[in-house]
């Protein structure tokens, strides 16, 4: 799926404009939802993020790959630059823990998450995009 510049634009953005990504994923013991700071769209097909944690999300990963990523911008919706505060893009997680993936995930990076304290010793998560939809299962525009 191609993203459109103006996702581009709000995901590129989200820690500047104090929104929350959060990935959710599943595992033997259920569950688990985490913010993730350093989101970032790696290509029209990939979203991305660096995992610096190392906890339930990169374990539950392991066990079962498919993840929801979701991104919400209540001011964004508010002033009518979304039609949906919420967007949900389903896909399948892998883990790099070195390589040429890796590297590309941290040059896509924002500035502030390759300075970030622990960055050095993370791994590189690309999430395959299945699908995109806002919170009413409107494919995104």
Not at 36 to 47: A, E, P, Q, R, V
Not at 113 to 133: M, T
Request: charged letters at 30%; a neutral charge; one cysteine or more.
């Amino acid at each position: 799926m191609a993203f459109s510049q103006k996702i581009k634009d709000f995901i590129h953005n989200a820690w500047a404009d104090d929104c929350v990504c959060l990935v959710a994923t599943i595992g033997p013991d259920g569950p688990n939802v985490s913010p993730k700071g350093s989101l970032i769209i790696f290509d029209d097909d990939h979203l991305a993020y660096w995992e610096r944690a190392k906890r339930k999300a990169l374990a539950n990963i392991d066990h079962d790959p498919r993840v929801v990523v979701v991104y919400s911008n209540m001011k964004a919706f508010r002033e009518k630059k979304l039609q949906s505060a919420v967007l949900r893009f389903y896909g399948t997680a892998k883990v790099h823990e070195s390589g040429p993936i890796k590297d590309a995930i941290f040059s896509k990076l924002n500035e502030r998450e390759q300075k970030h304290e622990g960055a050095d010793v993370g791994f590189g998560v690309l999430v395959k995009i299945d699908r995109a939809e806002d919170l009413r299962g409107r494919p995104l525009e």
